[in-house]
């Protein structure tokens, strides 16, 4: 066997918290994490669409993640922050209950979500990653982002 010496890959991510829960999205799709501010609500758009709002002059659609994720709904907070997000050409603001930090974790720690979690949140899951006392669930936000109301597919009933 070869001796191989094994270069241990790292991602950045901002960890966030919704509700008691601890969330991550790599650093390279996060163009800033602002304060909350009036949003303008926009007819006919999904319940989870909050509005819009104006930040240094483009007009950016904002997501509550509360709403997406079907959680219960809080009041705001001095905590409560709006995390502007792109994903390909998507680009978006997250309302969330706090934004944490910024840290590094091993691109080998990132497991698949567990076959246990179904429905709507697993569309959102790219992955999870047992950080000591810590489990962070990391989006994908293509799917997070989709215009697609997954809550709208069609359960099976058996």
Request: glycine share 6%; aromatic share 4%.
């Amino acid at each position: 066997m070869q001796n191989e010496q094994v270069k241990l890959e790292e991602k950045k991510v901002v960890v966030f918290r919704l509700d008691n829960e601890e969330y991550a999205i790599e650093v390279e799709q996060v163009r800033s994490i602002e304060p909350l501010q009036p949003i303008t609500r926009v007819p006919h758009t999904p319940p989870f669409v909050k509005g819009v709002i104006n930040l240094r002059g483009v007009v950016t659609p904002v997501i509550d993640l509360r709403r997406r994720f079907n959680l219960d709904e809080t009041d705001d907070t001095s905590t409560t922050r709006i995390i502007i997000v792109v994903a390909g050409e998507m680009e978006a603001g997250l309302i969330v209950d706090a934004a944490n930090d910024v840290i590094n974790i091993p691109v080998d720690g990132i497991e698949p979500p567990p076959e246990v979690v179904g429905g709507v949140m697993a569309d959102y899951v790219r992955g999870v990653v047992r950080l000591e006392n810590r489990l962070l669930t990391l989006l994908n936000l293509e799917h997070v982002l989709s215009h697609h109301n997954q809550t709208n597919k069609i359960e099976e009933t058996s």
